[in-house]
């Protein structure tokens, strides 16, 4: 593609989220829906005039990594330690049970062979981290206390997506599942997890220290971005074997280190105020090219509207798909806004569902007409969940642990 249309793109894609983010916020509506209509609204579904390529992909990966960053940065590492245990049993439950019920309604509601239903199963697994950070961000509540556990549920729960999707698309290649390929992947995974919080520490002192001794500005982003392209490629490198393409494990790898990274820093009050600073511009870029990305990536012309079956599928599966990460809370001991809180910021699917479904498809294993009905469920998953996570704290944020302030707009 020629270098001035990508350019047009960009443009067109900045300035219309930029618009359309702020009528959503000026209607009360989170800007994250704006954000997304101007992608469903640029791309194939309505006026085609983009449609997601490689460099769009690029860019929309360093926005998610940069506000998974910044996130890091205003999170209190003692409040999410202590949010740890409800998070991880948040995770596993919002993981299996929609996991089990997709896979039960496929397989004995619709006839579905074995391997669709758990195909089909493991795309309801699928939780957009993404998009739930943003939405509580803009509701000024990510640093609340269901704001940890779903912040801390939604990083598990997409590291066990990235195991269940490697065994599925091996599965669905191979016909069998090797324990060599899959332990690979674990080991991977796990390493680049668990040296992803040593290794920011350990870059933490040696960037303070060029901060105070340069002498031009610009050292802290040019720094930063520069980390998120190397380690967005060092993801891709060792922790993304070759059955699964190298995509789905570098998109959750990379960000597993920016999240803690960003954590790292809060630990200085005066050099994290800096690194707000210069940063925020950055991150103000990059990010509305993310949800503008997974709009585009929204092609609502696979639908057939007239088709009985899609409507009873989709439906069908759109209650399981609810219903599975609502149920997820109730494992915890937590009030019950805060469990209906935590459940409805782990609804929405997002980039992530969309992963699964593409893999679906590609690999033949989604027929048409289930692809379609996937893409109604993490569509309306994607773009209701802010405004009904939205009403429920204009109504019930006064009942939950911790809200000193009304919600913010956006």
């Known amino acids: 593609m020629e270098t001035h249309i990508i350019l047009f793109e960009i443009a067109a894609i900045l300035l219309l989220a930029r618009l359309l983010a702020e009528i959503a916020s000026r209607l009360r509506i989170p800007p994250i829906f704006g954000e997304l209509c101007a992608g469903i609204l640029l791309g194939p579904t309505v006026l085609g005039w983009i449609t997601p390529h490689d460099t769009l992909k690029l860019l929309a990966e360093i926005g ?25 049993i948040v995770a596993l439950g919002g993981f299996i049970l929609p996991f089990v019920i997709g896979y039960a309604v496929c397989h004995y509601l619709f006839n579905m062979s074995v391997l669709l239903s758990l195909f089909i199963g493991g795309t309801l697994t ?70 992803a919080p040593i290794i920011a520490k350990l870059l933490l002192p040696l960037i303070q220290h060029f901060h105070r001794q340069r002498h031009i500005p610009g050292l802290i982003p040019i720094v930063l971005v520069s980390l998120v392209m190397i380690f967005a490629a060092l993801a891709h490198t060792i922790g993304a074997p070759h059955i699964l393409g190298g995509f789905a494990a570098g998109i959750a790898l ?121 893409i ?9 969940a802010p405004l009904w996570i939205k009403l429920f704290y204009a109504r019930y944020g006064h009942l939950l642990p911790g809200n000193n302030a009304p919600p913010s707009s956006g």
Do not use: C
């Open 64 to 88: 998610i990594i940069l506000l998974l960053f910044e996130v890091g940065l205003e999170t209190d590492i003692e409040r999410l330690a202590r949010a740890g245990h409800h998070a991880v």
């Open 126 to 195: 699928a939780t957009s981290i993404g998009f739930t950070v943003r939405i509580l961000a803009d509701l000024g509540r990510h640093q609340s206390r269901e704001g940890q556990i779903v912040l801390g549920a939604a990083v598990i729960d997409d590291l066990l997506g990235i195991f269940l999707l490697a065994i599925l698309y091996e599965f669905a290649v191979s016909g069998n599942v090797s324990l060599y390929n899959s332990g690979k992947i674990i080991l991977f995974v796990t390493v680049f997890f668990m040296m």
């Open 254 to 374: 990379s960000r597993r280190f920016f999240l803690p990274f960003g954590v790292s820093l809060h630990s200085d009050p005066d050099f994290t105020h800096h690194v707000q600073n210069q940063m925020r511009p950055v991150i103000q870029i990059f990010t509305p090219i993310f949800f503008v990305m997974v709009g585009l990536s929204l092609d609502l012309r696979h639908v057939d509207w007239s088709s009985a079956f899609i409507w009873v599928f989709s439906l069908t599966l759109t209650v399981a798909a609810i219903l599975g990460k609502l149920l997820g809370p109730w494992l915890v001991r937590e009030t019950i806004p805060t469990r209906i809180a935590i459940g409805m910021a782990m609804v929405p699917r997002g980039e992530v569902g969309l992963i699964f479904a593409e893999l679906g498809r590609t690999t033949e294993i989604f027929t048409p007409a289930v692809y379609a009905g996937m």
């Open 376 to 384: 109604i469920v993490i569509t309306y998953t994607t773009l209701a």
